[in-house]
């Protein structure tokens, strides 16, 4: 007889579970990122198959590089929605609502995507030869957290241009995902924008809102990659490749913050610390890359995602390999255009519903970095400096940012890039820079969040 096992403690090995319980621990964690993942190709126009595919490749490459010891899932990142927004904007359809994608500015936002990733492998040179205490004085709190607070603002007039298309559908699904994370329990707090977009999505059936003829038309299998979205073919040194480049990569400042805090969330939750083995710079190497190879394929920047950290929480089966199960499931279903089709249905106003809080939840996460880690603003110092990033982020942003020749190209910095360029060199200028990062258990960082950036 099988002895019985002892969940009490966590579960470090999902072999002793057999293959069948590893199987729907996998098929878990992907229901977990799904919601979230799938949501970003919908505000951005790009592939939701390529998405999917992006992440699971992603997530293995990720584990692979970590020595396979991360138990984390990489997803699609919400903070790189400010940079599509300014990059390649949804454009207008017949009825004046925002769903039409802007294929010929958004190979350039995903290879300025591509190049973002390069800077985690920059930071995570820098990290391995002068340690993670000197860097990360560079990338306080004051800084990266205006910059999260400003990406959430820019991203707010579009969540209301999507609602107008139904108000009925965007409240469902906002007021869903509301009740799920301050009420729901268990699994159902772990997927609130999954089971938001359920919920609305059944509600836009009931009310004849749901067109099913691209459903029809979609073959069952499919290569989920396309040509003409990859950010591979779009370096082509043209002005509107610079400007992309200026525009996005900032981001990666503060999304590489996130990275840390999420990373410190999984070793308080599974018990090990991360930060110190496999190491900050594996970690970011390998979100680094993912998020490389993402943009190349004509993907979204990929994170690592808070909800698959709910799960292991919930589950105490802490074992990576369950997190590579998930990958391999979301690949396969990268390769079905019927199933990208039935989720390209989704009604404007329902995205609209979804967007309304999380963008509201990008400022928000942006506030908690700043409040979690006790930055004082009666300080003249740091009052400057996150003054400085928000007028830059949203004023610049207003106007179309600020451009400038170069040897005859012409270049133009987003609001969001000349707020980042301008805090962090604030931040180094001014003296009074006290900011210490604690490498013992990443305390310093952000924590890990339901609603993902």
Not at 7 to 22: F, H, N, P, T, V
Not at 226 to 254: N, R, W
Request: proline share 4%; charged share 10%; with cysteine.
């Amino acid at each position: 007889m099988s002895e019985k096992i002892d969940y009490s403690k966590g579960i470090y090995d999902a072999r002793q579970l057999g293959a069948g319980r590893m199987f729907i621990l996998g098929v878990q964690h992907m229901f977990a990122m799904f919601g979230a993942t799938v949501l970003v190709p919908l505000l951005t126009g790009l592939s939701v198959s390529t998405t999917l595919l992006c992440a699971g490749l992603g997530t293995l490459l990720f584990h692979l590089i970590t020595k396979k010891k991360v138990p984390a899932f990489l997803g699609s990142s919400f903070a790189y929605l400010g940079g599509f927004s300014i990059v390649a904007p949804m454009l207008a359809d017949a009825d004046g609502n925002l769903t039409v994608a802007n294929t010929k500015m958004l190979p350039y936002a995903c290879a300025a995507v591509a190049f973002s990733g390069l800077v985690y492998l920059v930071a995570s040179l820098l990290i391995s030869t002068f340690g993670i205490r000197r860097i990360m004085r560079f990338f306080p709190p004051v800084v990266t957290g205006p910059i999260i607070i400003s990406i959430g603002l820019i991203l707010a007039p579009s969540a209301i241009k999507n609602c107008q298309s139904n108000w009925i559908l965007a409240f469902v699904a906002l007021g869903v995902v509301i009740v799920c994370n301050i009420w729901g329990k268990g699994m159902v707090k772990i997927l609130p924008i999954l089971i938001g977009v359920l919920v609305s999505y059944a509600v836009a059936l009931v009310t004849g809102a749901v067109d099913f003829q691209r459903i029809s038309e979609a073959a069952w299998v499919g290569i989920p990659l396309h040509k003409e979205a990859m950010g591979l073919f779009a370096i082509d040194g043209s002005p509107e490749f610079i400007s992309a480049l200026f525009t996005i990569i900032p981001i990666a400042l503060a999304t590489m913050m996130e990275h840390v805090g999420d990373i410190a969330a999984i070793s308080a939750t599974v018990g090990h610390n991360y930060i110190n083995d496999p190491g900050l710079n594996r970690t970011l190497l390998g979100d680094g890359l993912a998020t490389t190879m993402a943009g190349l394929l004509g993907g979204p920047a990929n994170t690592t995602y808070g909800e698959n950290t709910g799960v292991l929480a919930l589950s105490k089966i802490y074992d990576p390999l369950v997190i590579r199960i998930a990958a391999v499931l979301a690949i396969i279903l990268s390769f079905s255009p019927k199933f990208e089709a039935v989720i390209n249905t989704i009604p404007t106003g329902i995205i609209g519903g979804i967007s309304f809080v999380l963008y509201g939840m990008i400022s928000a996460i942006g506030v908690r970095n700043v409040v979690e880690n006790r930055v004082d603003f009666t300080n003249s110092r740091n009052l400057i400096v996150a003054a400085v990033i928000l007028v830059c982020a949203l004023g610049f942003n207003s106007v179309g940012g600020v451009s400038f020749a170069v040897a005859g190209v012409t270049i133009n910095l987003s609001g969001l890039a000349v707020a980042a360029i301008a805090g962090i060199l604030l931040n180094a200028i001014l003296p009074g820079n006290d900011y210490e990062f604690d490498a013992a258990d990443g305390s310093e960082a952000a924590t890990s969040s339901n609603l993902q950036v």
